[in-house]
C-alpha cells in the first residue's frame, strides 16, 4: 500500500473519485422511480442480509473496541429495514407532489455527489444508511470513514459495491475514500463534492460548515431523561435499561442523565436495581471519574466497554462486575468533564428533583454542559408534563415513555424517521432540526401556473393595527 503524503496527492485522489462519482450519477440519472427503488433496495440487503450484518459487526467491534456484536447485528439490520421502509414509501423521480388550488407542481432532482463522513460507533450502519437517502435521490455518495473503522466500512462499500452491481447499477454510485484516510482527504473531499453529511467528530462538523459547500451536520449527544411522579416506573426502569446498555452506550441518543422526582425516587431506584442496575458508593464514585476522564477528555480505554471491563478497569470489585450499568449520584452544578457531561460508557447520572419544575431546570443545565438541541425524554402519565418540556427546552425531539437509543433515529411505534444522523439544529450549529431523510438529497423544482387572484383587501391585513394604533 502506498502511503500518502502530501495534501496535494490527497487532493487528486478526490478529483479522481468524484469525477468517477459523477459519471456514474450521469449513467443513472434517467432513471424512473422503479428502478431507483430497486437499486435501493439492493443496497440495504447488502446490509441486512444476515451473514453481512453479522460479519460487519464482528469486524466492527474487533478492530474498534466499541460496542457488542450482538447489539449491532440488531442496529445493522433495524435501521436498515427502517430505513427502507420509509424509503419505499416516498417518491424522489420526477414530479412528487401536484397542488392545485396554488398552481404548483413539484419535481425532484439530484443534489450530485455527496461526502458522507461517519463515525467508528457506527462502521456499516452509518455508511449504508445514508447510501441508501443519496442512491434514493440518484446521487453518487463519496464515503469518509473514521480511520478507527476503515476496515469496517470499506468492508460495507464492498459490499453494497457488488450489490449494485448484481442489479446492472453503476457501482461508482457509491465509493469510499482510500487508506489511509487522513484529514486533508476528507476536507478536499468536502470541497469538491455538491453536499456534506456528516456524523460523529464535532470537528469534521464544523470542517463541512467551512468548505464553501451545503453542509449537514449533527451535534453532540447527552440525552437527559425524566422520571415524574407519575411514571410507570418499572416501564422506566425497562427502558432505560434496554437503552442505556444497547451497544454499550455507543449511540449519542444514550441517556446519560435521569432526573428523578423526589416523591418516587427510591422507588424508581429500586425498579433500576431490580433490572441490573448496581448505585456506586462514594469511593466508587471517585474511581469512576478517574478512570473515565482523563485530562479533562473521555478516556478512550472506558468508552462503550462490556460493564464488567469497565468495572475492572476501574477498580470496583467482583460485585459491580455482575452489573449491567452504573449509576452515579450527583448533584448540580454541572460542568463540563463531571458526570453531567457525555460519558458514551454505561455510566448514568442521577438528579433528584423536588418538584417537575425543578426536573426541567436540571435537564436545562445538564444540556448548557453539553447535548443542546439534541434530545431529551420524560417518562410519564402526564401529556401536560411532556407538552411542557417541548415547550420549554432547545431539543430537537422530545420522546415520551420511550427507550431513547431506541426509538430516538426513528422506530416502528413513532413517527420518526429512521437515521443514525440526528440534526439538532442552530442550537448546536446545525443546518437540519430533524432526522436526516431522503429529503434532504434531493433538490426541487417548483413547476407554478397561474391561479384566481388570491389578493386580500388592504382592510383585511392592516384593519386590527389601523384600530389599535391608528393609520
Avoid at 439492493?42 to 474487533?62: D, G
Avoid at 446521487?139 to 478507527?148: D, E
Avoid at 472506558?302 to 459491580?320: F, T, Y
Avoid at 428533583?353 to 431529551?376: K, N, P, Q, W, Y
Wanted: aromatic share 6%; proline share 3%.
Amino acid at each position: 500500500m502506498t502511503t500518502r503524503v502530501t495534501k496535494a496527492t490527497d487532493a487528486e485522489a478526490v478529483v479522481k473519485l468524484v469525477a468517477r462519482a459523477r459519471s456514474a450519477m450521469a449513467k443513472f440519472n434517467d432513471s424512473d422511480q422503479q428502478r431507483v427503488d430497486e437499486v435501493v433496495t439492493a443496497l440495504a440487503w447488502s446490509l441486512y442480509k444476515p451473514e453481512h450484518a453479522r460479519e460487519l459487526a464482528e469486524l466492527a467491534v474487533r478492530t474498534t473496541g466499541l460496542g457488542n456484536v450482538e447489539d449491532k447485528i440488531v442496529k445493522n439490520r433495524r435501521k436498515t429495514f427502517g430505513t427502507l421502509r420509509d424509503l419505499s414509501r416516498a417518491r424522489t423521480v420526477g414530479l412528487m407532489e401536484e397542488d392545485r388550488s396554488r398552481g404548483l407542481m413539484i419535481y425532484a432532482k439530484p443534489v450530485g455527489v455527496v461526502a458522507a463522513v461517519t463515525p467508528s460507533t457506527n462502521p456499516a450502519a452509518t455508511p449504508v444508511n445514508k447510501a441508501m437517502m443519496a442512491v434514493k435521490g440518484r446521487n453518487a455518495v463519496i464515503v469518509a470513514p473514521s480511520p478507527l473503522a476503515y476496515s469496517t466500512t470499506s468492508r460495507a462499500i464492498e459490499l453494497m459495491r457488488a450489490a449494485l452491481e448484481t442489479v446492472g447499477a453503476p457501482k461508482d454510485l457509491v465509493l469510499v475514500l482510500p487508506a489511509p484516510v487522513t484529514r486533508a482527504a476528507t476536507t478536499a473531499l468536502m470541497e469538491a463534492c455538491d453536499l456534506s453529511v456528516v456524523t460523529g467528530s464535532q470537528n469534521n462538523v464544523r470542517t463541512a460548515y467551512r468548505s464553501g459547500k451545503p453542509a449537514i451536520g449533527v451535534g453532540a449527544g447527552n440525552v437527559p431523561v425524566i422520571v415524574d411522579n407519575t411514571a410507570d416506573l418499572r416501564q422506566a426502569a425497562v427502558g432505560v435499561m434496554a437503552s442505556k446498555t444497547f451497544d454499550n452506550a455507543t449511540s449519542c441518543s444514550s441517556e446519560n442523565s435521569l432526573v428523578i422526582l423526589d416523591d418516587v425516587y427510591d422507588r424508581a431506584m429500586d425498579e433500576l436495581r431490580k433490572v441490573g442496575a448496581y448505585v456506586v458508593d462514594e469511593r466508587e464514585k471517585r474511581a469512576i471519574r478517574d478512570a473515565l476522564w482523563v485530562d479533562g477528555k473521555l478516556n478512550r480505554d472506558m468508552i462503550a466497554q462490556d460493564a464488567d471491563v469497565l468495572a475492572r478497569r476501574a477498580g470496583l470489585g467482583a460485585n459491580a462486575e455482575e452489573a449491567r450499568l452504573f449509576l452515579v449520584e450527583d448533584r448540580l452544578p454541572a460542568e463540563a468533564g463531571s458526570f453531567a457531561d457525555e460519558k458514551l460508557s454505561l455510566v448514568l447520572t442521577v438528579y433528584r428533583a423536588a418538584r417537575f419544575r425543578e426536573a426541567i431546570d436540571t435537564v436545562r443545565a445538564v444540556l448548557a454542559v453539553r447535548g443542546r438541541g439534541h434530545s431529551c425524554g420524560v417518562y410519564t402519565a402526564s401529556m401536560d408534563n411532556a407538552r411542557l418540556l417541548a415547550t420549554e427546552l432547545d431539543v430537537v425531539r422530545v420522546l415520551v415513555n420511550q427507550a431513547h437509543a431506541i426509538g430516538n433515529g426513528g422506530s416502528f411505534t413513532n413517527g420518526l424517521p429512521f437515521t443514525l444522523t440526528m440534526g439538532c439544529g442552530t442550537w448546536a450549529g446545525n443546518s437540519i432540526s430533524e432526522n436526516l431523510n431522503y429529503r434532504h438529497f434531493i433538490n426541487l423544482t417548483h413547476l407554478s401556473t397561474t391561479i384566481p387572484e388570491d389578493r386580500p383587501s388592504e382592510e383585511a391585513l392592516f384593519g386590527d393595527h389601523w384600530r389599535r394604533y391608528g393609520a
